[in-house]
């Protein structure tokens, strides 16, 4: 385990390529939330990338360069669609785990699986599969990331990258809210509750990728803060908001007092567009 004494913590944000102007929403947002529940981190934003390499592989090789060049033990990249809904606390306990990444969608099937990464449990009817979601990660190493940055070079998506590192190198990434049906808390996309791909669309719930519809509320509307922290609709401590493709909507999905927790808890300013 690193000594407290040498320990270098730092979180990144990435917002290349015009998106600080085009999303002012996100980009107050993500930086003022993870502030607001993270002041004694660094937090670097950085939206000062000009280049003709594609940024999802740019970054890579930057938080590479934050391990090798400025020798910070710890750092966490947060894409800029996020808002920090508490501490991260996974993400500070352990300083051990190489990587320690977050579910993408529960249930989500995909050629990547392997038998060793599927739970072992049925949760509401639906199997879930381990899936990451590469928007928000810790790394307390270079070694995941070498291994991405070599992937990317080589064409891979860099979610799909680490998720080819996490099937061939298990041992070196641990997902720290999957299985979501044991898991006390979640992150990333699956604070929004979603089940399967696309199951969650403007006019409700549908079962699985392609099932029937089963609802006319979306999840989010059952989000409920309580004694200061917000918790999904099935009581699931929310660590990080991430809506990906649904960022668009933010503003319609969730009931007013836990807009009132993104306001006065947060620090967002839900006015911005």
């Not at 040498?6 to 998106?19: D, E, H, P």
């Not at 918790?231 to 009931?255: Q, W, Y």
């Amino acid at each position: 385990m690193f000594n407290n004494n040498s320990k270098r913590v730092i979180a990144v944000i990435f917002m290349c390529n015009g998106w600080k102007e085009q999303n002012p929403f996100w980009s107050y947002n993500s930086v003022k939330s993870f502030k607001r529940w993270h002041p004694d981190t660094e937090l670097r934003v950085v939206d000062d990338y000009i280049g003709d390499e594609d940024v999802l592989v740019w970054r890579h090789k930057y938080l590479l360069d934050l391990f090798d060049k400025e020798q910070y033990t710890k750092v966490i990249m947060l894409d800029a669609d996020t808002i920090t809904c508490s501490r991260l606390v996974e993400f500070f306990v352990d300083d051990v785990t190489p990587c320690l990444a977050t579910s993408d969608i529960p249930s989500m099937t995909s050629e990547l699986i392997n038998p060793k990464n599927v739970a072992d449990i049925r949760w509401k009817n639906v199997f879930e599969y381990q899936f990451i979601n590469i928007g928000v990660v810790c790394y307390n190493s270079r070694i995941v990331l070498e291994k991405i940055v070599k992937l990317v070079n080589e064409g891979v998506w860099d979610n799909t990258s680490i998720n080819y590192v996490n099937r061939d190198f298990p041992d070196l990434i641990k997902v720290i809210d999957f299985p979501y049906a044991f898991s006390p808390v979640v992150y990333n996309v699956i604070g929004l509750g979603t089940r399967g791909y696309n199951s969650v669309r403007a006019d409700g719930i549908y079962f699985g990728m392609d099932g029937p519809l089963v609802a006319f509320i979306e999840p989010t509307h059952n989000f409920r803060v309580v004694s200061g922290s917000l918790f999904n609709h099935d009581g699931k401590l929310v660590r990080c908001i991430h809506p990906a493709s649904e960022k668009k909507r933010i503003k319609t999905m969730f009931e007013p007092d836990v807009v009132n927790f993104f306001v006065n808890a947060c620090g967002c300013d839900w006015d911005l567009d």
